[in-house]
């Protein structure tokens, strides 16, 4: 699923139905494949050709905080770095499109620029 996601192979209308896979497979138990979901979510939501669509994207999201609170440590690191990263992301693209294609040059300018776009003080 991850390599179908970076490589463009899937349409942006299948987006709710491989979302749903990956809600299955999160739910099960097996740490090697809940470990791929990871991957496939942060593939997902880091590709620029699938819309941000708010209820995959919610629960793209859901999966990761449901992984976070895995018993196994492995899991719940990993699943809170891929947090950290799609949230990351998701700012980054939600400012290059509120500023009209004048986009940041890395997501991490962007989230230091946060503050000062949105008229937030220290």
């Given at each position: 699923?991850?390599?179908l ?14 979302v ?6 999160a ?10 979901v990871?991957?496939?979510?942060s593939?997902l ?61 890395s997501?991490d ?11 937030w003080?220290?």
């Open positions: 699923m991850q390599k996601l970076s490589h463009n192979l899937l349409s942006s209308g299948a987006l709710p139905a491989v749903k896979v990956l809600c299955t497979h739910e099960k138990g097996e740490e090697q494949v809940q470990l791929k990871l991957q496939a979510t593939a939501l880091d590709n620029q050709r699938y819309p941000l669509q708010i209820e995959p994207v919610s629960k793209a999201l859901g999966i990761c905080f449901q992984l976070y609170g895995s018993r196994s440590q492995v899991l719940s690191m990993t699943a809170g770095a891929t947090l950290r990263q799609v949230m990351t992301l998701l700012l980054y693209r939600t400012m290059s499109a509120a500023t009209d294609g004048a986009q940041p040059e997501p300018e962007a989230v230091s620029e946060l503050p000062a776009q949105a008229g003080l220290y």
